[in-house]
């Protein structure tokens, strides 16, 4: 596995293969890495002749700064990780690399409605960040296919708005989310959860596997309203729990029963935000 530091050398190499008529794939992530990480790799490979994998814990999409400071770094075993991948590329920035002119007065990016709801409410500014990392670091990979996780669901679309809107030549690709064998979405920031902590957070997809059970046409409040309840009594602090177009993300409160519909989550536990997401409409 090669590893580059700067963008001058990953590009320099990359345009070599490119030349070679090589299909190269991308997959961007903030390091710790755990299976759902691996699991796009793994996709990657099998898709394109050359992967990509990128380590960047980008400054500008974290909203609390603390959040920031706390967000694990594990690169030795993150390293090793790749290694046993068979992952071809590493690119491992610096701040100074990705942003030369400084973390401010970057450019701002209209989002419209995808960031007025759900992340984009609770979250001000995190979607500016994610567009102002994922365009550098798309422009930069210059890859045939990008890879994401449906984990991230409302970030999928943001990205996909970025890609149509910026006229970028990456194909994107979304993966379903891995889940720990209770049910947890797999997430670098479970590393952080205390012993008792991570106990209780299995309760987020025991709600949206709820949530999915109550679907039916008509109002869609008391499922809703339910799943904070339940959250809530087990030490939740909930950001919200809603169900949304699939397509769009409009807020959904009366389902007509054939739209396509997803459960989406965000609470703490403890000082540790968690978000999941569950279509409701056909099997995830
Ligand atoms: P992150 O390092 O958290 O920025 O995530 C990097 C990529 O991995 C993003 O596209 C995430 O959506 C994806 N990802 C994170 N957790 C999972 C998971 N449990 N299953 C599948 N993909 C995931």
Not at 94 to 122: A, C, M, R, W
Not at 137 to 154: V, W
Not at 268 to 278: A, H, K, Q, T, V
Request: aromatic share 8%; net charge neutral.
């Amino acid at each position: 596995m090669l590893i580059f530091h700067t963008v001058h050398q990953l590009q320099n190499y990359l345009r070599h293969q490119k030349q070679k008529g090589l299909i190269t794939g991308f997959v961007p992530t903030m390091g710790a890495l755990h299976q759902g990480h691996l699991s796009l790799l793994e996709d990657s490979k099998k898709a394109t002749d050359l992967t990509i994998c990128s380590i960047f814990v980008n400054p500008t999409q974290f909203n609390d700064p603390k959040d920031f400071e706390k967000y694990p770094v594990t690169i030795s075993i993150d390293v090793e990780l790749l290694l046993k991948a068979g992952v071809d590329v590493l690119f491992l920035p610096s701040v100074k690399e990705i942003y030369p002119n400084g973390t401010v007065n970057q450019p701002h990016y209209d989002l419209g409605f995808l960031e007025t709801v759900l992340e984009g409410k609770y979250r001000p500014g995190h979607f500016q960040g994610v567009c102002q990392v994922m365009h550098r670091l798309l422009t930069i990979a210059d890859a045939h296919h990008l890879f994401m996780g449906q984990k991230d669901y409302q970030q999928c679309m943001v990205i996909n708005h970025l890609i149509e809107t910026q006229k970028i030549p990456t194909k994107l690709h979304i993966a379903p989310t891995l889940r720990e064998s209770d049910g947890l979405a797999m997430s670098s920031r479970n590393m952080r959860l205390t012993k008792e902590d991570r106990q209780t957070a299995v309760a987020i997809s025991q709600t949206l596997t709820q949530m999915k059970m109550q679907l039916q046409p008509g109002s869609l409040q008391k499922i809703k309203d339910d799943a904070t309840a339940f959250l809530t009594s087990k030490g939740f602090r909930v950001d919200y729990t809603e169900i949304a177009h699939a397509d769009t993300l409009a807020l959904v409160n009366n389902w007509n029963g054939t739209d396509p519909v997803v459960a989406l989550i965000a609470a703490y536990i403890g000082e540790i935000r968690l978000i999941d997401n569950m279509l409701l409409t056909k099997t995830d």
